[in-house]
Every structure is written in structure tokens, then in C-alpha cells.
């Protein structure tokens, strides 16, 4: 909060002086939030669910989401979300082929 100090926690939400907030607390203010905006009322969880998930189809690298996520390795991410973006094998052979059809000999002389 603006002009409180905050707490060395590792809780994502807290009160100003620290202290864990009650789930029931975060969800409601959760779902008046969505209901306020407009927008289908969804569990927080789904709401972390669709966050992760926007930003893999936007490509965004999956280290950034399992960062935002506090995954505990980039393992778990990509295990959770890789259905997420089924065409990634196909467009990385592209992207190969594409280095191979352009000549960027450079490119591989570069990494030898």
C-alpha cells in the first residue's frame, strides 16, 4: 500500500502491518472486482489459470510465466501450460528450416 511500509513475507497478500489475509477475503474482493468490471466471475485460480495461459499464446517466454506464477521451476510450467501452445515443435522446425533455406550461414558459423 502507498505510504505503508511493507512486511518481508512471502505472502502475496497481507495486511498492511503483515499479517496473512482470510481466503474468504481475497476471493470476494476477487469476485466484486470481476462483477464490477464486467466480466464472467471466475475463481482466482482460474483467473491465474487464464493469466498464465494468455501470456504463453502471446509467446512470452515461459522462464517470465513460471516467475509471475512463483512455480518452483520452469518444469512445472511447462508441464502445466504446454497444451497451451500445441504447435510449438511445428513452428520451431519452421524456424529452422527457414535459417537453412535463407543461407544465414552466418548464423551457424556464429555458434561453432
Known amino acids: ?7 518481508d513475507s ?17 476471493s470476494r474482493a476477487w469476485t466484486t472486482l470481476a462483477a464490477r468490471c464486467g466480466v464472467k466471475v ?3 485460480h482460474a483467473g491465474r489459470h487464464t493469466h498464465a495461459s494468455l501470456l ?3 509467446n512470452v517466454h515461459p522462464k517470465i510465466v513460471q516467475e509471475r ?3 518452483s521451476s520452469i518444469a512445472v510450467t511447462l508441464d502445466t501450460y504446454s497444451h ?5 515443435q511445428e513452428a520451431a522446425a519452421q524456424k529452422f528450416d527457414d535459417i537453412i533455406k535463407l ?3 552466418n548464423a551457424v558459423e556464429s555458434i561453432r
Not at 500500500?1 to 512486511?7: A, D, L, N, R, T
Open 1 to 7: 500500500m502507498i505510504g505503508i511500509p511493507s512486511q
Open 10 to 26: 512471502d505472502l502475496v497478500f497481507s495486511t498492511p502491518d503483515g499479517k496473512p489475509l482470510r481466503p474468504n477475503t481475497v
Open 42 to 44: 471466475v475463481s482466482f
Open 56 to 58: 504463453l499464446r502471446q
Open 69 to 71: 506464477l512463483g512455480h
Open 84 to 88: 497451451v501452445a500445441p504447435g510449438l
Open 103 to 105: 543461407g544465414h550461414n
